[in-house]
C-alpha cells in the first residue's frame, strides 16, 4: 500500500514570534505544497528520501577498487530531523514499530518564512498515519505537528502546523484557532533568496527576553494589541479600501517591532521599503525572519510591487490564500 498525502505552506500575517509568548497572530495557508508519499518498507528501519534537500558539500575519494563519499553527516541528520520526529511520533501513536520509507517533494522554499518545516511535518503524519490505518482528525495532526516542531525547535506556537493541516485562514492563540472569513487579499510575497533558522530566530528572542524582559515585555505586548487591531479591522463591515489602508498601517507597525526584536535583515527590509515607495500599502516580514519573505498589501499595485521587488533584488510571487489544508491525494492499495 503507499498513500501521498500534501500540505500548504503559509504565511503569517500579523503576530510572528510575538505568537511563541502566547499573543494572537493570524495566518493564511497559501497555494504552495509539500508532497509526502508513504509505504512500508520489508527492513524495519525508517528511510527519507527526500528529494529537494541540498547535502551539505560532498567529499569523494577513490581508487582504483574502492570509492568513499563523505559529507556533513551531523547537518545531513539535522535536516531531516522535522519528517524523522513526526514519522517517529506517528508510529508511537499507533503503538506500531514498522520499516516505513517516505518520499518528499515540495514546492516551497525552505527556511523561507513559509512554513516550510510545519508543511512537511503535516504531510508526513497524514501520509504515514493513513498508511497505519490511524484515522486522525486534522486538528490531530496539527497537534502532532506542533510537538515535531518542539522536539526540534525547543520552542513553537503551533500556529505553523495548524494553518498547514486546517488550512485557509486562521486567527490563533494559545493552541485555539478560529477560521475568519476568507477576504482577497490582493498581495505580494518577497523572496530574499537567503533562508533564516527558525530555531535559531527564536531562540535569539528568547535571549533578548531573559537579558531585557521590561524592553522586551512591551514590544510583544504592542505586537499582540496590533494583531487585535487586525481581528477587528477584518471582521468589521468597513469598505473594502477603508480596511486595506488600516491593515496596510497594522503591518508596518508590525514589522517595525520585529525589526526592534532584531529579526529583520538588510534585504528583507529593502524589499520592505522598495514594496511601500511602489504603492504598497503595508509591507512586512513574514515568519520567523533573518531572511526568507517578506509580503505586501497592494491593492491595484500587485505588479507594480512585484516589478519593484525584483529590482530590489528579490523574487515575487503572487499567491492566493488556499482553502485547504492538509490533502490525502492518493491511496495505492
Ligand atoms: N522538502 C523538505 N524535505 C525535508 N525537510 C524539509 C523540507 N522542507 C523543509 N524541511 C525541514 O524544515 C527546515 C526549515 O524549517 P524552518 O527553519 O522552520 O523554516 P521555514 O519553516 O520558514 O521554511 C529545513 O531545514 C528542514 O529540516
Ligand atoms: C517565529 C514563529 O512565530 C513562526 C515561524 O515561522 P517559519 O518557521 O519561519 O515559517 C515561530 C512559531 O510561531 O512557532
Ligand atoms: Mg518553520
New binding site residues.
Given amino acids: 500500500m503507499r498513500v501521498l498525502a500534501s500540505a500548504p505552506a503559509k504565511i503569517i500575517l500579523f503576530g510572528e514570534h510575538s505568537v511563541v509568548y502566547g499573543k494572537p497572530a493570524i495566518a493564511a495557508a497559501i497555494d504552495l505544497r509539500?508532497y509526502v508519499w508513504a509505504e512500508f518498507n520489508k527492513n524495519g528501519r525508517i528511510r527519507?528520501e527526500?528529494?529537494?534537500?541540498k547535502i551539505p558539500g560532498l567529499t569523494v575519494s577513490f581508487s582504483e577498487s574502492e570509492i568513499y563519499f563523505e559529507t556533513d553527516y551531523g547537518k545531513a541528520a539535522?535536516?531531516?530531523?522535522?519528517?524523522r520526529e513526526a514519522i517517529n511520533l506517528v508510529l508511537e501513536e499507533a503503538g506500531k514499530q514498522k520499516g516505513v520509507t517516505v518520499s518528499?517533494?515540495?514546492q516551497?522554499?525552505?527556511?523561507?518564512?513559509?512554513?516550510?518545516?510545519?508543511?512537511?511535518a503535516v504531510a508526513t503524519i497524514g501520509a504515514v498515519s493513513k498508511l497505519l490505518g490511524l484515522e486522525l482528525t486534522k486538528e490531530e495532526v496539527a497537534k502532532l505537528g506542533h510537538k515535531t516542531?518542539l522536539l526540534?525547535?525547543g520552542a513553537s506556537s503551533g500556529i505553523?502546523p495548524t494553518v498547514s493541516a486546517i488550512g485557509g485562514f486562521l486567527y490563533y492563540e494559545k493552541g485555539t484557532f478560529e477560521e475568519l472569513p476568507a477576504i482577497e487579499l490582493p498581495i505580494v510575497v518577497g523572496y530574499t533568496g537567503s533562508?533564516?533558522?527558525?530555531?535559531e530566530l527564536v531562540a535569539k528572542v528568547r535571549r533578548s527576553f531573559e537579558e531585557m524582559p521590561d524592553i522586551i515585555t512591551p514590544i510583544l505586548n504592542s505586537m499582540g494589541k496590533v494583531v487585535e487591531k487586525a481581528k477587528e479591522v477584518i471582521l468589521a463591515d468597513y469598505d473594502k479600501e477603508i480596511k486595506f489602508q488600516l491593515l496596510g498601517q497594522l503591518m508596518n507597525i508590525n514589522h517595525g517591532l520585529l525589526d526592534a526584536l532584531g529579526v529583520s535583515t538588510k534585504s528583507l527590509s529593502d524589499l520592505v521599503y522598495a514594496s511601500r515607495e511602489a504603492g504598497a500599502l503595508g509591507a512586512k516580514i513574514t515568519?520567523?525572519g533573518g531572511g526568507?519573505c517578506m509580503y505586501a498589501l497592494a491593492p491595484g499595485k500587485q505588479s507594480e510591487v512585484a516589478t519593484a521587488i525584483k529590482i530590489a533584488g528579490g523574487m515575487p510571487m503572487i499567491t492566493k490564500i488556499s482553502r485547504e489544508g492538509l490533502r490525502i491525494e492518493e491511496v495505492e492499495e
Fill in positions: 509539500t527519507i527526500a528529494k529537494d534537500i539535522e535536516v531531516l530531523s522535522y519528517v518528499i517533494t515540495s516551497i522554499p525552505v527556511g523561507a518564512g513559509l512554513g516550510s518545516s510545519a508543511a512537511v516542531e526540534v525547535q505553523d533562508s533564516g533558522s527558525t530555531k515568519g520567523a526568507g
